[in-house]
């Protein structure tokens, strides 16, 4: 769902700072499998906004098998934003973790059960490589339960490095892990 019209960001100019030039079109995917799930989506959500993330659209929210972690955990709920920054990658994962902690994210386990977890996806079509940050997300392109909800915003989207669409990275994925869609709008 389109939150406004503004247009969209399309490169990245990046002074030596890396705070942009310009806002940024950045992707975030969201995670909950732990207590109200949906609540921690919807918060996650106005809690970036009064950081300053302009939220352009968010995907409907799918409900998810867990890939990897420990045995038993409770399904995910997945969501993604389109968002518009200002701020550089750094700054943007700062805030997220933010976010997290304000959820009460506790991280015990490997992949384990949690509250919230916020991952930049794409940032523009930068791509970084650093102990802290890697974007895209290294992982996004094997996943279901971020592919899906990234198609239902921006399925043209070219991954920088596969240099597929999104569209076309999804259909290359297997049906399993299934996901589910639980909310068009939330
Ligand atoms: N980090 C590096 N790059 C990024 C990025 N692009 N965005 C670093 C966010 N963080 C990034 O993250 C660990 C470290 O990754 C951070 O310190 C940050 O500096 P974390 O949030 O503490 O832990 P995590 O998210 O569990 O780690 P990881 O390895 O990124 O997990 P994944 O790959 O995101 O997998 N199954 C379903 N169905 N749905 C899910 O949402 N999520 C995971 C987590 C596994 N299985 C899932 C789901
Ligand atoms: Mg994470």
């Given at each position: 769902m389109k939150h406004n019209s503004l247009p969209h960001a399309l490169s990245c100019d990046l002074s030596s700072s890396g705070v942009p030039a310009h806002p940024i079109t950045a992707y975030i995917s969201l995670g909950s499998n732990m207590g109200a799930r949906l609540e921690f989506l919807r918060c996650a959500r106005t809690e970036l906004e009064h950081r300053g993330v302009m939220i352009r659209a968010s995907s409907p929210v799918y409900c998810t098998e867990p890939v990897g972690g420990p045995p038993q955990q409770d399904d995910f709920y997945n969501a993604v934003l389109e968002v518009l920054v200002t701020c550089s990658p750094l700054e943007l994962l700062r805030g997220c973790q933010g976010v997290e902690q304000n959820a009460?994210?506790?991280?015990?386990?490997?992949?384990g059960p949690r509250t919230l977890d916020l991952d930049i996806?794409?940032?523009?079509d930068r791509i970084i490589s650093t102990s802290e940050l890697q974007v895209p997300h290294p992982r996004m392109w094997e996943r279901r339960f971020v592919l899906e909800p990234l198609a239902d915003l921006a399925p043209q989207l070219v991954h920088p490095i596969v240099g597929k669409s999104v569209a076309a990275l999804l259909q290359l994925l297997p049906e399993s892990p299934r996901v589910c869609k639980v909310a068009e709008t939330w």
């Open positions: 009460g994210r506790e991280r015990l386990q490997h992949w996806l794409l940032y523009a």
